[in-house]
Nanobody, 122 residues
Framework: QVQLVESGGGLVQAGDSLRLSCAASGRTFNTYTVGWFRQAPGKEREFVARIIRSSGYTLYADSVKGRFTISRDNTRNMVYLQMNSLKPEDTAVYFC???????????????WGQGTQVTVSS
């Protein structure tokens, strides 16, 4: 069993930066791939980034590539999403998720946090 808690969201202006954190509990957390997803009002949940458990390989959605960076600290059971050059279209609830396979579909992730709101004003 893995429990995930996101933090770090807030209200910022376009061009600003935020760092989201995902704190995980569970002894097996380091064996999972972790992804960040987001969901804006009236839209489906969409993939943002993911980091593979063992290799640390990362993958990003085209919309955030070059602006967002996902990282993990396995010693602290933490995963981060550094978001730079934020745009109003980045406004959404951001979720971290953990799964054994870990792709770009939410269906690959078994465990989810409650989400943290990110609002970017223009």
């Amino acid at each position: 069993q893995v429990q995930l808690v996101e933090s770090g969201g807030g209200l910022v202006q376009a061009g600003d930066s935020l760092r989201l954190s995902c704190a995980a509990s569970g002894r097996t957390f380091n064996t999972y791939t972790v992804g960040w997803f987001r969901q804006a009002p009236g839209k489906e949940r969409e993939f943002v980034a993911r980091i593979i458990r063992s290799s640390g390989y990362t993958l990003y959605a085209d919309s955030v590539k070059g602006r967002f960076t996902i990282s993990r600290d396995n010693t602290r059971n933490m995963v981060y999403l550094q978001m730079n050059s934020l745009k109003p279209e980045d406004t959404a609830v951001y979720f971290c998720a953990a799964g054994s396979v870990g792709g770009t579909s939410p269906n690959y992730y078994r465990y989810w946090g409650q989400g943290t709101q990110v609002t970017v004003s223009s």
